[in-house]
T-cell receptor
Framework: EDKVVQSPLSLVVHEGDTVTLNCSYE??????LLWYKQEKKAPTFLFML????IEKKSGRLSSILDKKELSSILNITATQTGDSAIYLC???????????????FGQGTILTVHP | NAGVMQNPRHLVRRRGQEARLRCSPM?????VYWYRQLPEEGLKFMVY????????ESGMPKERFSAEFPKEGPSILRIQQVVRGDSAAYFC???????????????FGSGTQLSVL
């Protein structure tokens, strides 16, 4: 059975701090790893990673995949209170030569940023 | 272009009643997925549907739960004879056909919070 584990489960920081969120996975027929931000409503897409060692960046957020270690990290620099949310990691697997939106999610990391 | 629409946002049911959750996919999307999020847990896949077809229901409990996506109208997730353990947030997602690597083309609705008294 596919499995995704995130750490830490929760994190409390102050504005301006840098945080690193971790995600490790065990999945058959890996296709991609995704990061989402969830703020009491719909998870919103942040990054999709398919290749090892290539950093994806969007403003203060960045992420990288290590397929050898079966893991990924999400970095947030100069955190702001608006970054407070649950960050979800998910993996997408191939199924019979194709893939579809059957994602396996980790339990999430609750990030709280204090002013 | 409206996003994935779910209703109701909140649903309260007493034990033994039926719950019907609705999901209208994004325009142009013909693939619908239902996920459940229990308190302090990640999202768990339940079912994947295309118009009039259930493609993968491996995450659906065998009893009391059913899903449909008719030719016309929204997708419906139905839970019969609800129990307290069914209390959760139910999210719907949709993707376009022939999406290849689906991940970044998957869009989630805001969810329905089901509370069973």
């Amino acid at each position: 059975e596919d499995k995704v584990v995130q750490s830490p489960l929760s994190l409390v920081v102050h504005e301006g701090d840098t945080v690193t969120l971790n995600c490790s996975y065990e999945v058959t027929n890996f296709r991609s790893l995704l990061w989402y931000k969830q703020e009491k409503k719909a998870p919103t897409f942040l990054f999709m990673l398919t290749s090892s060692g290539i950093e994806k960046k969007s403003g203060r957020l960045s992420s990288i995949l290590d397929k050898k270690e079966l893991s990924s990290i999400l970095n947030i620099t100069a955190t702001q209170t608006g970054d407070s949310a649950i960050y979800l990691c998910a993996v997408e697997a191939r199924a019979g030569g194709t893939s579809y939106g059957k994602l396996t999610f980790g339990q999430g990391t609750i990030l709280t940023v204090h002013p | 272009n409206a996003g994935v629409m779910q209703n109701p946002r909140h649903l309260v049911r007493r034990r033994g009643q039926e719950a019907r959750l609705r999901c209208s996919p994004m325009k142009g999307h013909s693939h619908v997925y239902w996920y459940r999020q229990l308190p302090e847990e990640g999202l768990k896949f339940m079912v994947y549907l295309q118009k009039e077809n259930i493609i993968d229901e491996s995450g659906m409990p065998k009893e009391r739960f059913s899903a449909e996506f008719p030719k016309e109208g929204p997708s419906i997730l139905r839970i019969q004879q609800v129990v307290r353990g069914d209390s959760a947030a139910y999210f719907c997602a949709s993707s376009p056909p022939n999406a290849g690597t689906v991940g970044e083309k998957l869009f989630f609705g805001s969810g329905t919070q089901l509370s069973v008294l």
